[in-house]
């Protein structure tokens, strides 16, 4: 037990309340969590208490102790030392009442019955005082061990509460995030469910009749191929790439707005060799994807062949006029 590293005067201040409010909470903590510092301050509580039943404490020293006595265990404490610290005087006391050389019988009558003079002249009630002092000061510190066991476990049910908070707030927290990823998953289904209805919808526009091919219609289960294009900027002069895996029913392609200021949109769909449009969609609507506005356009993709394209956008005015708001180049690669 190393008590030699924690100033006295420095726990004396803190039994007297007299740092501030940041160090007073430093030291309750270190109090349960530190064995040495809990026996150096009983230590220096002791001297204190000593001090004070022997007079020595006086001014603001005393007034703040006479404070630190508000609670009754250490009350209990104080008045324990004044009953240690009368002991010898009452003794020297009645050594000075009896002369020199007199005898006990010599002492008059009234001294003799006084109680004072029988107690501290009985060995046996002396004997009896000490060993009374002594078992005074095992219980009070067995009580003193209890007290302190009992705090501690206080302190360590008070940790264990908080960690199984913070076990709590942890498994919220995963079950917030599995939740989280349930709806992302959920909105893409409903993005591709929408993706397949604008492909159904494609198919049957008299905008694309011309496109669609004598084969047979798709089957029911449609392979959809989506990808997202943001409007070319200006200057710029490197074409998206777009890799179509093979057996690839439809691309879905996902135009990202800079503007949304038109309620519909139509889209044609160009070879930059030819620079003829070859495809134009019917009117459009925009839709919501993550915090982007996009028009999303569905088309086969057997009309799209290895090489470059640009999707131009216009948006239609009330009076039917369109205006063109964005150009797309991109280039085809198939698997």
């Known amino acids: 037990m190393n008590q030699a590293k924690y100033d006295d005067q420095l726990l004396t201040n803190y039994l007297l309340g007299r740092l501030s409010a940041e160090e007073t909470e430093r030291l309750d903590e270190l109090s349960f969590t530190d064995e040495d510092f809990h026996w150096a301050l009983q230590a220096v509580e002791n001297d204190l208490i000593d001090d004070y039943a022997q007079?020595?404490?006086?001014?603001?020293?005393?007034?703040?102790?006479?404070?630190?006595?508000?609670?009754?265990?250490?009350?209990?404490?104080?008045a324990f030392a004044q009953s240690l610290q009368s002991l010898p005087a009452l003794q020297e006391a009645t050594k000075k009442k009896q002369p020199a050389g007199q005898a006990v019988s010599?002492?008059?009558?009234?001294?003799?019955?006084?109680?004072?003079?029988?107690?501290?002249?009985?060995?046996?009630?002396?004997?009896?005082?000490?060993?009374?002092?002594?078992?005074?000061?095992?219980?009070?510190?067995?009580?003193?061990?209890?007290?302190?066991?009992?705090?501690?476990?206080?302190?360590?049910?008070?940790?264990?509460?908080?960690?199984?908070?913070q076990k709590r707030e942890l498994a919220l927290q995963a079950e917030l995030a599995r939740e989280r990823s349930l709806n992302s998953e959920n909105n893409t289904e409903l993005e591709n469910l929408r993706d397949k209805i604008a492909v159904l919808e494609s198919r049957e526009s008299p905008a694309n009749q011309n496109a669609k091919s004598p084969e047979s219609n798709p089957p029911v289960e449609l392979s959809i191929?989506?990808?997202?294009?943001?409007?070319?900027?200006?200057?710029?002069g490197q074409l998206t790439t777009i890799t179509i895996p093979a057996k690839t029913d439809y691309v879905s392609a996902r135009l990202?707005?800079?503007t949304s200021e038109f309620a519909f949109y139509r889209a044609e769909l160009k070879s930059l060799a030819s620079n003829q449009p070859f495809w134009k969609?019917?009117?459009?609507?925009?839709r919501t994807i993550g915090n982007r506005k996009v028009v999303v356009l569905s088309l086969r993709s057997a009309l799209l062949k290895a090489e470059s394209y640009v999707i131009n956008l216009f948006g239609?005015?009330?009076?039917?006029?369109?205006?063109?708001?964005?150009?797309?180049?991109?280039?085809?690669?198939?698997q």
């Open 55 to 78: 007079g020595k404490l006086s001014g603001k020293t005393l007034e703040r102790f006479k404070a630190y006595l508000a609670s009754a265990k250490r009350r209990d404490k104080v």
């Open 106 to 165: 010599d002492i008059p009558l009234a001294l003799k019955k006084g109680w004072l003079w029988n107690f501290f002249n009985s060995p046996s009630m002396l004997r009896l005082g000490f060993a009374a002092a002594v078992m005074l000061l095992i219980a009070l510190g067995s009580w003193l061990t209890f007290d302190n066991l009992r705090l501690r476990n206080q302190a360590r049910q008070l940790q264990a509460e908080s960690d199984n908070r």
């Open 225 to 236: 191929f989506p990808f997202t294009l943001a409007p070319q900027l200006r200057g710029a």
């Open 256 to 258: 990202e707005l800079e």
């Open 281 to 286: 969609s019917a009117k459009l609507k925009t």
């Open 316 to 334: 239609i005015t009330p009076t039917s006029d369109a205006e063109i708001i964005g150009s797309y180049p991109f280039k085809i690669i198939k």
